[in-house]
């Protein structure tokens, strides 16, 4: 089955504590992308990958790390997490960056910073 | 920059009513604009999209969107709703050229039976 699979689904963590959510994708897409969804925020992009080793930053980078060492692989680095990181994660993948391709979102993963 | 705007956080209809979710963006030239739905506990599933051509485009699950480019808006409608319809719907945009899909702030659609 074609899928986006992010791990955990379910993260409690204390502050400063570094740690790793991993996304891998199976459908050979060139594209990835990192989301944090807030109430009433929506859901606001972190970083993007265009292919192996092309990484950008999003919207709200800024407390996070990525890398794109592999093509199924794109996972999410917080190196020192803080509260304010506290949030729902989606992960994100497209055959290329173009737009009409669409979008397959894995079912997420919910992080908790205390 | 590309920018989406969901003017209605919740909206509440009673099941067999029409429903339409407003969809406001912002964008240079005509984009690719989208609608997403997210289940409680679910990821985010493709309703529809927009790329160009007619402006009425038909989704999955009986949803249909109308691009009107003069007044910027992408709504979403569905002329009878049901109580699995309720959920939170994000409208997306993403210029041709570009590389991020932006998101409104979501709708919460409550169905009372």
């Known amino acids: 089955e074609a899928q986006v699979t992010q791990n955990p689904r379910y993260l409690i963590t204390v502050t400063g504590k570094k740690l790793t959510v991993t996304c891998s994708q199976n459908?050979?897409?060139?594209?990835m992308s990192w989301y944090r969804q807030d109430p009433g925020l929506g859901l606001r992009q972190i970083y993007y990958?265009?292919?192996?080793?092309?990484?950008d930053k999003g919207d709200v980078p800024e407390g996070y790390k990525v890398s794109r060492k592999e093509k199924r692989n794109f996972p999410l680095i917080l190196e020192s997490p803080s509260p304010n990181q506290t949030s729902l994660y989606f992960c994100?993948?497209?055959?290329?960056?173009?737009?009409?391709?669409?979008?397959?979102f894995g079912s997420g993963t919910r992080l908790t910073v205390v | 920059a590309q920018s989406v705007t969901q003017p209605d956080i919740h909206i509440t209809v009673s099941e067999g009513a029409s429903l339409e979710l407003r969809c406001n963006y912002s964008?240079?030239?005509?984009?690719?604009l989208f609608w997403y739905v997210q289940s409680p506990g679910q990821g985010l599933q493709l309703l529809l999209k927009y790329f160009s051509g007619d402006t009425l485009v038909q989704g999955i699950k009986g949803f249909e969107a109308e691009f009107k480019r003069s007044q910027s808006s992408f709504n979403l409608r569905k002329p009878s709703v049901h109580w699995s319809d309720a959920a939170e719907y994000f409208c997306?945009?993403?210029?041709?050229?570009?590389?991020?899909?932006?998101f409104g702030g979501g709708t919460r659609l409550m169905v009372k039976p």
């Open positions: 994100a993948s497209s055959l290329s960056g173009r737009p009409n391709y669409g979008y397959t």
């Open positions: 964008y240079g030239a005509t984009p690719y």
């Open positions: 997306a945009v993403v210029g041709k050229a570009g590389n991020m899909l932006t």
């Open positions: 459908m050979n897409h060139e594209y």
């Open positions: 990958s265009m292919n192996v080793e092309v990484t």
